[in-house]
Nanobody, 122 residues
């Protein structure tokens, strides 16, 4: 069983950047597909990005495709989400997740972090 801890969230002005990290422990990080999801106030949690075990396959949701980039370092058991040109619509709690398949669906991920808050001011 793997434990996930997100970090790097905070308050940023519109147009700014943040890098989120997801540190894994207690399992074999390099065997999991990893994903990022987010949940804005009053909305359901939504897919942001996923990355394959080796990192050579990545997918990003359309609203973030040209601004966010997912990556991973298996040697450090860590996944990242580089976020650029942030806007207020990106305000949400961001969660990382680990699973066994490439998927945009929450149900396909088995392990979740506690989330990190990202707030973008206008």
């Amino acid at each position: 069983q793997v434990q996930l801890v997100e970090s790097g969230g905070g308050l940023v002005q519109a147009g700014g950047s943040l890098r989120l990290s997801c540190a894994a422990s207690g399992g074999t990080f390099s065997t999991y597909v990893m994903g990022w999801f987010r949940q804005a106030p009053g909305k359901e949690r939504e897919f942001v990005a996923y990355i394959s075990v080796s990192g050579d396959l990545r997918s990003h949701a359309r609203p973030v495709k040209d601004r966010f980039a997912v990556s991973r370092d298996n040697a450090k058991n860590t996944m990242y989400l580089q976020m650029m040109d942030l806007n207020p619509e990106d305000t949400a709690v961001y969660y990382c997740a680990a699973g066994g398949r490439y998927s945009t669906r929450e149900d396909d991920y088995d392990y979740w972090g506690q989330g990190t808050q990202v707030t973008v001011s206008s």
